[in-house]
T-cell receptor, first 113, second 109 residues
Framework: DTAVSQTPKYLVTQMGNDKSIKCEQN?????MYWYKQDSKKFLKIMFS???????INETVPNRFSPKSPDKAHLNLHINSLELGDSAVYFC????????????FGPGTRLTVT | GQSLEQPSEVTAVEGAIVQINCTYQ??????LSWYQQHDGGAPTFLSY????GLEETGRFSSFLSRSDSYGYLLLQELQMKDSASYFC??????????FGTGTLLAVQP
């Protein structure tokens, strides 16, 4: 009965490749997010979706494209991976947009070589 | 814009009480949250304050003063398992949660 799940947990790939991360929540929340946490542990929002609609796009390169097929799923596709994309990517969800109480998935540690 | 400041590291001993402070700047502030993150784990929600005052949840309490743009997380009866990073986060007019840079708490025996 995992609340927010994401796959894969680890992703090691070479520069220039394309990869996807999947996220699902079973909490019945309307809003889902993608966050990036860098090596200094700085946690920054990338995207936010509310009921499948893109609400926030935080000046993320076009190589990153989120997709929300329904309000329980939010996927992240990354094209032409670069070394600087190496980070931990967290999916999260909440009842409403920008809520103080958010539930995070276990994270995907992406390493680009 | 929005910004938050918190100490980078705090050290305390088992059984002690520790306070992690957070000051914030944001327009349209509507609440201050606290999250715990163990090494290699995901951020876990601890508490949320929208109004001034103290909120208590077991060994953890969180305080907010809107007039001072200040809050803190108070951890009592510290245990080794409380060693983790603690993030304050605030919501504002931009309708997104902005996280502080985190405070690494080391609990020593």
């Amino acid at each position: 009965d995992t609340a927010v799940s994401q796959t894969p947990k680890y992703l090691v790939t070479q520069m220039g490749n394309d990869k996807s991360i999947k996220c699902e929540q079973n909490l019945g929340h309307d809003t889902m997010y993608w966050y990036k946490q860098d090596s200094k542990k700085f946690l920054k929002i990338m995207f936010s979706y509310n009921n499948k609609e893109l609400i926030i796009n935080e000046t993320v390169p076009n190589r990153f494209s989120p997709k929300s097929p329904d309000k329980a799923h939010l996927n992240l596709h990354i094209n032409s991976l670069e070394l600087g994309d190496s980070a931990v990517y967290f999916c999260a969800s909440s009842h409403r947009q920008g809520a103080g109480e958010q539930y995070f998935g276990p994270g995907t540690r992406l390493t680009v070589t | 814009g929005q910004s938050l400041e918190q100490p980078s590291e705090v050290t305390a001993v088992e059984g002690a009480i520790v306070q992690i402070n957070c000051t914030y700047q944001t327009s349209g502030f509507y609440g201050l949250s606290w999250y715990q993150q163990h090494d290699g784990g995901a951020p876990t929600f601890l508490s949320y304050n929208a109004l001034d005052g103290l909120e208590e949840t077991g060994r953890f309490s969180s305080f907010l003063s809107r007039s001072d743009s200040y809050g803190y997380l108070l951890l009592q009866e510290l245990q080794m398992k409380d060693s983790a990073s603690y993030f304050c986060a605030c919501g504002g007019a931009t309708n997104k949660l902005i996280f502080g840079t985190g405070t690494l708490l080391a609990v020593q025996p």
